[in-house]
């Protein structure tokens, strides 16, 4: 449920979790905040939102490894350290809203790039974010969403 609203949803393939750490597939249970949401301009348009709102670029990633000193920080491509590409040959990561799971302070092997982005069709499991419909992240945005709580 968000701001009222009920909306199917994908979640980590590891299921949910308290004891999140990198690489177990699981999304963590508690309040993520939403702190910016990226989208991919040419593909959508910029979302409203209650949040700081940035396009992505072709070069930019997003640090996974637990040993690099920008773990769970957007990077610039290609980049020396383990990473994921943001600018997916796919439609999933055209809007990611940015959680602050591990964020403040970054904590190595606590997980990574926990983000709320566009589901499959199918609803596939994810790697451990939280995945809507496109219509239904776009409408969750405009509404003011700024948090999500995902229940264990």
Known sequence: MAGGLRLRAAIGRGGRTTEKHEGDGATPVGVLKLIRVLY?????????????VEPIAPDDGWCDDPGDPLYNRKVKTPYYGRHEVLWRG???YDIIGVLDWNMHPVVPH?????FLHVATADYEPTAGCIALSLPDLIECLAAGLTSIQVIG
């Open 40 to 52: 991919r301009a040419g593909h959508v348009k910029p979302p409203r939102c209650a949040v700081p």
């Open 90 to 92: 796919d439609s999933l």
């Open 110 to 114: 606590r997980g990574s790039a926990i």
